[in-house]
């Protein structure tokens, strides 16, 4: 039997935490912290029946959940290497060959799991320290606990939390993010407009306090990681290989050189309930994908988007062909945590197609299916019509009348009305919708054009005046091909949630 309290798996323990802890404090929030890749490996072994119920019924916590056993079982495995580093230790004459061995083992699998040598020295160091200093207490083999070593345990345990505590306030401030104004990788030019068209936004955003504007001030993020790549500009390429005549290969600054163009997309993910908070809207910037796929001339009917955290997602072509790949978002720099160096924005289509971390569009002659396709989602299709209505957007004016506002989304069909109830779907009055946002604007053309219709979303706004101490209020909407968005519910696995959003408001 092992006994944990012995020596030997003590210090093990301790060296195992401290490795962890240590490779946070240098390699923090990027994947140079050595659970970050671990988690993929759990990730993609989790079957997709339960990916689906944690993603609709913990939502944001579902993450942070499942990287905690991730975060104990990377740490299992340092504590194991060192528990070996102790036995070498004990077999050798020389002195210190377990802080070594301990030191080069962690190191080793740091850099196996992160390939990065320098921050892997996060976890080399407190496994080499916690083996060197205790190396009187556990080079004879007694797997016996004593009065003494329980002392020195609490000891060595408080220096550990106190460790980790500063690794955790160091590794927090890592957070790779690279920002930036657009013109620092654009020209000026660019930049102006794009603080133009933000202006634009600002100005066409109803006047409802508390109503989200146009241009999100917080953008929702998803992904398949429980800690987002951190690719540099300078080792990144985009490839555009499969079916296609010449295959392309562009640094980013091949990238920065092509034509560029503003864009309001909004976005909304597939596993988004009908009140849930993922849709959002943003000014983009980039180059047009059809510029791409033009000069390496296409010769099938499918897509596959690949990126760098392994996330990939299959698609027709023709839903990509009228898309932008991102490297601006606001008028700077595209963001990490948004796909930094460049993301695909295909127009209309659910949240799941558009690629972050983009590194290769391959062409193909047949459809094959992405990583949430093989999980039973179909979430690559056009987006569902919504009309949201929160809790908060609901206000009781000093005149006594009740303003409930809230945002209107059908990608590229549009929104040709929304239509409020107060009686529980009996009557339905119009509300009023903020402007629509201009399409596409080409950097450096008449910025006066309107350009073709938005894939973006609008606000509504409606005010009533209450009769009775409690309404049933319902929302819905009704997309530019006048398709009206359908009352029944249902839940967002695997083709996006249906159904109108209701509230009871009180007078
Ligand atoms: N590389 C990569 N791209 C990705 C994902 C991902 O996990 N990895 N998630 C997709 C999903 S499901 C959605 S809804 C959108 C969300 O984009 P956002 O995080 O910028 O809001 O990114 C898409 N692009
Ligand atoms: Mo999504």
Known sequence: MIDVRSPAWVVSGLAGAGAVAGSFGLGGRTPRFVAAPAYGVFRDAMPGA??????????????PLSFLPVVVLTVLAFVLLARAAV???????VPYTGAVAAGAFSWLLAVVLTGAMVASLGAAVPPLVVLAATERRWRVPSDRPTQQSRRSVLAAVGALVGFTGLSLARGWTITGARQGPLSAILDEEAQREADWLLALAEDRSLDVGGLEPLVSEDFYKVDINAVKPDPTAERWSLSVTGAVEDSLELDYEDLLSMPMEHRFVTLRCVSDNVDGRQLDGALWTGVPVADLLERAGVEGDYVMLRAVDGYHVGFPLSALEPGLLAVGMNGRILPRGHGFPVRALAPGHWGETNGKWLEEIEVLE???????????????????????????????????????????YAGTRG????????????????????????????????????????????????HFEPTQDEHEVVVRATDGEGTVQPREHSRPFPRGATGWVSLTVQR
């Open 366 to 408: 047949d459809e094959e299916k992405g990583y949430w396709e093989k999980k039973g989602w179909h979430g690559t299709g056009p987006v569902n019509t919504i009309a949201k209505l929160y809790e908060e957007n609901v206000t009781h004016l000093d005149d006594g009348r009740i303003r409930l506002a809230g945002h209107a």
């Open 415 to 462: 929104i040709a009305r929304v239509e409020v109830s107060v009686d529980g779907g009996e009557s339905w009055e119009e509300a009023d919708l903020s402007e629509r946002l201009p399409g596409r604007l080409p950097v450096g053309a008449d910025l006066e054009a309107s350009g073709i219709a938005a894939d973006a979303w609008q606000q509504w706004v409606y």
């Open 50 to 63: 339960l990916m689906a119920w944690a993603i609709e019924h913990l939502g944001t916590l579902a993450k």
């Open 87 to 93: 036995t070498a230790g004990r077999t050798s004459r």
